[in-house]
C-alpha cells in the first residue's frame, strides 16, 4: 500500500521532456515568434478598453468602433495564440487521469489526444470556415451596429488562421511525441 503512493506521488507534477525532431525545429520557431508578437496585442487591447471607458464616462461618448475594436482584438490574440499555447504546452488540462501516469503513458495519453481529438476537430474548423470566410467576403459584410466596423470577412479569417497555427502545433508535437515514444526508449 505504502509502495503504491510512493509510486503514484512520485509521478505528480513531473513534466515530460519531449525531444526535438525535424518538423518541430522548423514549425516551433515560427509558432514562438507569432506567440511572443500576438502577446503585444493584449496591452492594445487594454488601452482601447480604457480609452472606450474614459470616452464614456467622462465625456459621455460611447463609441461603437471602439467596442467592435475591443472584441476584434480579444478574438484575434485569442486565436493567433491558441498554437503557441499548444506547442509550449500551455493549454487547459484535465489532470485527474494525466498527473497520476508516468511520463510514457502520458506520451501514449498525448498520442491519442492529438489523434482522435485534435487533429480531427481543427480539421472540422478548417474545413467548415472557408465557405464561412468566402461567403463574408462575398457578401462584402458590415458590422449590422450603426458606426460598426466594415471587413468582417477580415475577423472571420483569424479563425481559419488561427486554427491553421494550431494545426501546426499539433503537428510539432505529434512529431516529438511519436519521436519519445519509438526513438528514444529509457
Same mark, same amino acid.
Given at each position: @500500500? ?5 509510486s503514484t $506521488? ?11 525532431? $525535424? ?7 515560427? +509558432? ?11 496591452? +492594445? +487591447? ?23 475594436? &475591443? ?15 499548444? &506547442? ?8 485527474? !487521469? ?7 503513458? &502520458?506520451?501514449?495519453?498525448?498520442l491519442y ?9 481543427? $480539421? +472540422? ?8 470566410? &468566402? ?6 459584410? !458590415?458590422s449590422m ?8 470577412? $477580415?475577423?472571420?479569417? @483569424? ?28
Amino acid at each position: @500500500m505504502e509502495e503504491t503512493r510512493l509510486s503514484t $506521488a512520485r509521478f505528480l507534477g513531473q513534466i515530460m521532456e519531449l525531444p526535438s525532431t $525535424a518538423i518541430s525545429r522548423r514549425i516551433d520557431p515560427v +509558432l514562438t515568434w507569432i506567440g511572443q508578437s500576438i502577446s503585444w496585442i493584449w496591452l +492594445l +487591447l487594454l488601452i482601447t478598453i480604457v480609452c472606450n471607458v474614459v470616452l464614456r464616462y467622462v465625456f459621455g461618448e460611447g463609441r461603437i468602433e471602439l467596442e467592435e475594436i &475591443q472584441w476584434h482584438l480579444y478574438s484575434t490574440g485569442f486565436l493567433l495564440g491558441i498554437g503557441y499555447t499548444f &506547442q509550449v504546452d500551455g493549454h487547459v488540462r484535465v489532470d485527474v !487521469v494525466h498527473e497520476r501516469l508516468g511520463p510514457r503513458w &502520458q506520451a501514449w495519453l498525448e498520442l491519442y489526444g492529438i489523434l482522435l481529438c485534435v487533429l480531427p476537430f481543427v $480539421a +472540422l474548423i478548417l474545413i467548415y470556415s472557408v465557405p464561412f470566410i &468566402q461567403t463574408s467576403f462575398t457578401l462584402g459584410e !458590415v458590422s449590422m451596429s450603426p458606426g460598426g466596423l466594415p471587413f468582417r470577412w $477580415a475577423i472571420k479569417s @483569424m479563425l481559419f488562421i488561427g486554427f491553421f497555427l494550431l494545426l501546426l502545433a499539433a503537428i510539432s508535437r505529434l512529431s516529438r511525441v511519436w519521436a519519445y515514444l519509438f526513438r528514444s526508449w529509457p
